[in-house]
């Protein structure tokens, strides 16, 4: 606190008699080795009530007070700050005019809290003081009321939406489901499920999370890779919800102790959408993953991944090898099958023969023999992978590697003269390399068979719409090693076209490491992975992070998105 300002208030608080300087001073040295704010120091030691604090507060700040209880604020103006945020900093907004929003707080001397404020909202604040029961009051009501409203809202916006069921023909539990569906049609949890469908595709999210808490039911979207949360149903209709999925996805309502996955198809706005269902038990009930699979918002082209000329180059031509591995590696949801797909559409021919084994089929491609998956029937990758070389295939594609007899298989059908492509979870290109030794593979099968491995991510790109240019600081410029001919990097200041967050979309980038000669002789050598990828830098491999720093100062994504998704070369 300064000087001034601790003058200020002594004045008015020793001129008011609401307590002597001994008092304050107490208070005061109670606040330094606390940590706790002075107002909530002199309100617990009874030196002072909160409402006469106020009152100081505001006569020895300038500052406005205002009382909350007799004003009513619009729902638009309390959405502008996140409840998260209302809740850690104590604060509430209560109106705006053009760019500055008014907004009460319980301590207007937390400046920090004020900067943070600034940033999240992108508003200029001017700020009032409340008192603290009246403002919690306030955050609970206004948004426990404005979540209401909006999911009430959006089940009325949703009641009309034709929404059907694809029914997987000639199952038997499909029958059993359909009079299960028809006693449940006209329940409104029906609307509530279909709704939080409708809004994931609407927003493009590519996975739903509904996530039992203590008290309430939490909905997060992943929009562009990052999770969002989004107005919740009350906690009573939990358990109905999670019912209603599981009758969709043909599980068994009945089962609440164990882990539960399977598939439904819907239609909705004229398009056909697939969602993966993963239910898992927790303490306070089930929670439900699933992913939406919408086909008609994914472009299987190998050339509109976002992929650096050279490393594409590299792909497409080792893809036209007559055998061989190609291995894309990355975490879930990293866009290794939409990759594998891609490849797939540019090699395909009809002179060829194509097989897949998915767990599952996720898009259906003409001309390909798409095989699923089924563990629980006794059909496993390795399975399918036997059939398929009964069946004279040119080029196989096996949906993932999980375990080392699928990956000695792949390896055998790469050595016996047809094209392999696969995915490994491993993050980064040399990884894949000591995960398959850890396996069990010889080192001579792998450089014998292997073509290359591609390490793949997808990152956010900067909003069009808010997209700003800032100069690069020397800090930066030497941290990231960028050339002196770039002046400026770029990031999206957040508008209403990219709901505030300055991203909008998504692009691919990769890091390819072929295995030349020389990464073969480290390979039989058994080297360390940093060896191999050190070799394959030196053969001119652009790393994950290299290719990101391209694409920032290209103005595609931020600084910050990249060291959010890579990490930095050695």
């Given at each position: ?45 009874g030196?002072?009530?909160e409402?006469d ?90 948004y ?12 009325e916006?949703?009641k ?19 009079q ?39 909905i997060?979207?992943?929009?562009d ?12 209709m ?12 043909v ?121 699923n ?6 059909l ?13 295939p ?24 047809h ?11 040399a ?72 991203y ?10 072929v295995l ?47 060291t ?7």
């Amino acid at each position: 606190m300064s000087h001034n300002l601790k003058q200020k208030m002594l004045e008015v608080l020793t001129r008011s008699n609401f307590l002597t300087k001994e008092q304050l001073d107490e208070a005061i040295e109670i606040q330094k080795t606390s940590g706790r704010r002075l107002s909530e120091v002199l309100t617990m030691m009874g030196f002072i009530t909160e409402k006469d604090l106020v009152i100081v507060l505001s006569q020895s700040m300038n500052i406005p007070p205002i009382n909350l209880a007799k004003i009513k604020i619009s729902h638009d103006v309390v959405q502008i700050i996140p409840r998260v945020s209302a809740e850690k900093y104590q604060a509430i907004a209560v109106s705006k005019i053009g760019k500055v929003l008014t907004v009460a707080m319980v301590d207007p001397l937390n400046i920090l809290a004020i900067d943070e404020l600034k940033v999240l909202t992108n508003y200029e604040l001017k700020v009032v003081i409340a008192d603290e029961e009246k403002l919690k009051n306030a955050i609970k009501t206004y948004y426990e009321s404005s979540s209401n409203e909006q999911m009430q809202g959006i089940i009325e916006d949703v009641k009309g939406m034709d929404m059907q069921i694809i029914e997987d023909k000639g199952d038997e539990a499909a029958i059993n489901t359909q009079q299960i569906m028809r006693d449940v049609e006209d329940a409104p949890i029906v609307k509530v499920t279909n709704m939080l469908l409708s809004e994931a595709i609407k927003y493009q999210a590519s996975d739903i999370l509904i996530e039992p808490q203590e008290k309430t039911v939490r909905i997060r979207y992943r929009l562009d890779g990052i999770l969002k949360e989004f107005p919740a149903p009350p906690k009573s209709m939990q358990e109905s919800i999670v019912s209603r999925i599981k009758v969709m996805a043909v599980l068994n309502i009945a089962e609440h102790r164990l882990p539960q996955d399977g598939r439904f198809k819907i239609k909705v706005l004229d398009r056909e959408v697939d969602f993966r269902v993963s239910i898992m038990p927790t303490s306070h009930g089930e929670k439900v993953a699933l992913r939406v699979l919408d086909k008609t918002a994914v472009v299987l082209d190998i050339d509109t991944m976002g992929f650096e000329p050279d490393p594409l180059k590299i792909i497409k031509e080792l893809a036209m090898e007559p055998h061989g591995m190609i291995l894309v590696c990355g975490p879930t949801g990293s866009g290794k099958s939409t990759t594998l797909y891609s490849i797939l559409r540019y090699v395909d021919d009809p002179e060829k023969n194509l097989c897949t084994a998915e767990d599952p089929v996720e898009y259906q491609m003409k001309g390909i023999n798409q095989v699923n998956v089924h563990p629980d029937v006794g059909l496993t990758f390795a399975g399918a992978l036997r059939s398929f070389l009964r069946q004279d295939p040119d080029i196989i594609m096996v949906g993932e590697i999980r375990d080392t007899e699928t990956m000695d298989i792949s390896i055998k059908a790469a050595l016996t003269g047809h094209l392999v492509l696969s995915t490994l979870h491993t993050t980064e290109a040399a990884g894949a390399v000591t995960r398959m030794v850890n396996m069990g593979i010889e080192p001579f099968l792998i450089t014998s068979s292997c073509l290359m491995v591609c390490a793949q991510r997808l990152i956010r790109k900067i909003c069009k719409h808010c997209k700003e240019a800032y100069p690069i600081s020397d800090e930066i410029r030497e941290k990231f090693k960028i050339p002196v001919k770039y002046t400026e990097l770029y990031h999206g200041k957040g508008c209403d076209e990219c709901e505030k967050s300055g991203y909008k979309g998504r692009i691919g980038m990769c890091e390819v490491l072929v295995l030349t000669p020389e990464v073969k002789d480290l390979i039989m050598k058994k080297s360390q992975e940093g060896v191999i990828k050190a070799k394959g830098r030196e053969q001119g491999m652009k790393t994950l992070r290299e290719n990101g720093i391209i694409k920032a100062l290209k103005g595609i994504t931020s600084l910050e998105e990249i060291t959010r998704v890579t990490v930095e070369d050695d």
